[in-house]
């Protein structure tokens, strides 16, 4: 014996169907926000890592010896570019710049300053952190470090001076602003000529 449903009994179990795979599709579209979500949110908790703030001084002032990293003021520009191990990012006419990022994403700049015969007479060292403790922690161990091989000159809020041989001016600055975490050092001269002008005939 045949029996015949109504047609709209073939329409309610294709919209059933239709409304588990709507549903199916709509769980696991769901899902994947949440994952997104949860990615972001744990994203966001993961605390930055930083680098020892001493191995980060040791890495500057390394190799040591000299004026800086081994290298004297009177060196010529040839001595730097065949010594200096970070990677050369700038070359003046009166500056190099040597660069290193650690694996914490530091980031070291070095601006050697250059006379008008192409000797060394300036060091500019610019040192990128994570962190304000960063900052605040190697701003601490580069006063000691200085104030053990230069005499004290001043003290101004985050900026101290030292006196090097000869008179050369020694700095050491927390350049951290918002944001941006970072110090500064300065030695020397920046890129002037350390001869005297001869005086213009009368």
């Not at 081994?70 to 191990?85: Q, R």
């Not at 070095?110 to 060394?120: G, P, V």
Request: aromatic share 10%; with cysteine; glycine share 8%.
């Amino acid at each position: 014996m045949t029996h015949y449903y109504p047609k709209y009994t073939y329409l309610l179990v294709l919209a059933g169907v239709v409304a588990i795979l709507f549903s199916c599709g709509k769980s696991n579209e769901k899902t994947a926000e949440q994952k997104a979500a949860t990615d972001t949110a744990n994203a966001v908790k993961t605390p930055v890592v930083s680098s020892n703030q001493s191995e980060l001084l040791k890495l500057v002032i390394t190799p040591q010896g000299g004026d800086f990293r081994g290298f004297k003021f009177g060196d010529p520009l040839s001595k730097i570019k065949a010594e200096e191990k970070f990677e050369l990012f700038e070359d003046s006419t009166n500056h190099v710049g040597y660069t290193h990022e650690t694996e914490n994403f530091e980031a070291i700049d070095i601006l050697y300053y250059l006379d008008n015969n192409k000797a060394l007479n300036g060091v500019r060292v610019d040192i990128y952190l994570n962190e304000a403790n960063d900052a605040q922690s190697l701003y601490n161990q580069f006063d000691t470090y200085l104030s053990g091989k230069y005499a004290p000159d001043s003290k101004q809020g985050k900026r101290t001076t030292w006196k090097a041989r000869g008179g050369m001016l020694v700095s050491l600055e927390d350049v951290s602003k918002g944001k941006d975490f970072g110090l500064r050092i300065g030695i020397g001269a920046k890129g002037k000529s350390t001869e005297k002008k001869p005086k213009p005939l009368q």
